[in-house]
């Protein structure tokens, strides 16, 4: 709900182009600030899930 009304929780018009601008700046600094700060986190970012990992919420 929030990503169909991000141009009114910005304050500017539909279609805007700061409607994708902000979140795509917002996602390279954080991949950055990852990269540097928790390298073996960002390298398995978009490899999916290892056999034997656990789920949301599971401990091991």
Do not use: C, K
């Not at 009304?5 to 304050?11: D, S, T």
């Not at 700046?25 to 950055?32: E, F, N, P, Y």
């Not at 700060?37 to 401990?59: C, E, F, H, I, K």
Request: hydrophobic residues 50%; proline residues 8%; charged residues 15%.
């Amino acid at each position: 709900m929030m990503v169909d009304n991000f141009a009114a929780l910005l304050g500017v018009p539909e279609g805007d182009p700061l409607t994708w601008i902000l979140p795509a700046v917002i996602g390279v600094v954080w991949a950055l600030i990852l990269r540097a700060g928790r390298p073996a986190v960002y390298s398995r970012v978009g490899n999916g899930r290892q056999s034997g990992d656990p789920g949301w919420g599971v401990t091991r």
